[in-house]
């Protein structure tokens, strides 16, 4: 069973002998980037990535609340023209967001299917727990 980890914890290089090993103390903090963000190096094959990296986050210039404010009201039924009109950020932007958080959803869901004795069932009860807890910190 493979454990999970935090970005920084382990190489996300694919190429790395390293890859995907949490724990084995081969990333080291690489000062900052330009915008603030944490950076790290893997000693074992030299590549650099940042605190996004991994993330629904990676590689945008949107803040990371105004993602998340996005992804919301699209799980709450607003249209994407909608939020476009409102936030001001283009409908393929935000529909990118959209893709990118349901590739997030479906390797977490692999990973647990894969790793741990749960069904599909538990799973979805799962992701209603979780969207109940969201909406108790929104409330």
């Known amino acids: 069973m493979s454990e ?3 970005v920084g914890s382990f190489c996300p290089n694919e190429e790395c002998p390293d890859y ?3 724990a084995v103390g081969n990333i080291i903090r690489y000062g900052k980037s330009r915008t603030g963000q ?3 190096q893997c000693k074992t094959c030299r590549q650099t990535f940042n605190e996004r990296c991994g993330t629904v986050f990676y590689n945008r210039k949107t803040a990371e609340a105004d993602i998340l404010e996005c992804l919301a009201l699209l799980a709450e039924g607003v249209r994407i023209s909608s939020i476009s009109r409102a936030k001001g ?3 393929d932007t935000i529909l990118s967001f959209l893709r990118q958080a349901a590739e997030h959803a479906e390797r977490i869901e ?9 069904s599909q069932v538990q799973i979805d009860g799962l992701w209603t727990y979780v969207g109940r807890k969201q ?3 929104n409330g």
């Open 4 to 6: 999970l980890g935090a």
């Open 20 to 22: 995907g090993k949490v």
């Open 38 to 40: 944490q950076r790290f």
């Open 89 to 91: 950020i283009k409908e």
């Open 110 to 118: 692999a990973i647990l299917l894969n790793d741990y004795p749960i």
């Open 135 to 137: 909406e108790k910190k």
